[in-house]
T-cell receptor, first 115, second 113 residues
Framework: NAGVMQNPRHLVRRRGQEARLRCSPM?????VYWYRQLPEEGLKFMVY????????ESGMPKERFSAEFPKEGPSILRIQQVVRGDSAAYFC?????????????FGSGTQLSVL | DAKTTQPPSMDCAEGRAANLPCNHS???????VYWYRQIHSQGPQYIIH???NNETNEMASLIITEDRKSSTLILPHATLRDTAVYYC??????????????FGKGTHLIIQP
């Protein structure tokens, strides 16, 4: 059973370009969470999705950021018109249920670098 | 969620027990203590959790004080691969899922050969 798969592992973008980060949850997991980790900081929650629905986006910046988790295919975190401050590691996690942090599994992250 | 306080870094000799403390003096009666770790360039990994009783699994032991205001994660025989940042999190469960969850800066544990 493959773990949470994130790609690309590293993504380099110039200011103003779009970044698309993909996350395939573990098999049987319908709950997906995105987190951002700035250099020398802890992980901060961004958004929680359950198949086709955004449940909680309280941690998402109001502009330029969006997330989706379609019925088929991976969850996508999209950042439009990237700026240097978007440079960070973005982690995706999945779980089979909403409750139970012990069943939360993380991917290896996407390191976004904005030039 | 209750706030937690951890030392920023610790050293431990390989083969010895690593004891990582966490203070959570404002913890509520229905809040669990969770421990995760993050090895460099990887996502966090669940280690163990508990409510008030001490817990042990194949990775570690968790000792929670009787007043629940602090806890200690114990890695009984640390190896070089245990070098990581260890996060102590207090969370209501059930009901407190991973949405809104924030990891602090944790403790950077360095295992010395």
């Amino acid at each position: 059973n493959a773990g949470v798969m994130q790609n690309p592992r590293h993504l380099v973008r110039r200011r103003g370009q779009e970044a698309r980060l993909r996350c395939s949850p573990m098999k049987g997991h319908s709950h997906v969470y995105w987190y951002r980790q700035l250099p020398e900081e802890g992980l901060k929650f961004m958004v929680y999705l359950q198949k086709e629905n955004i449940i909680d986006e309280s941690g998402m910046p109001k502009e330029r950021f969006s997330a989706e988790f379609p019925k088929e295919g991976p969850s996508i975190l999209r950042i439009q018109q990237v700026v240097r401050g978007d440079s960070a590691a973005y982690f995706c996690a999945s779980s089979p249920h909403r409750q139970g942090l012990e069943k939360l599994f993380f991917g290896s992250g996407t390191q976004l670098s904005v030039l | 969620d209750a706030k937690t306080t951890q030392p920023p870094s610790m050293d431990c000799a390989e083969g010895r027990a690593a004891n990582l403390p966490c203070n959570h003096s404002t913890i509520s009666g229905n809040e669990y203590v969770y421990w995760y770790r993050q090895i460099h360039s990887q996502g966090p990994q669940y280690i163990i959790h508990g409510l008030k009783n001490n817990e042990t699994n194949e990775m570690a032991s968790l000792i929670i004080t009787e007043d629940r205001k602090s806890s200690t994660l114990i890695l009984p025989h640390a190896t070089l691969r245990d070098t990581a940042v260890y996060y102590c999190i207090v969370r209501v469960d059930p009901g407190g899922g991973a949405d809104g969850l924030t990891f602090g800066k944790g403790t950077h544990l360095i295992i010395q050969p």
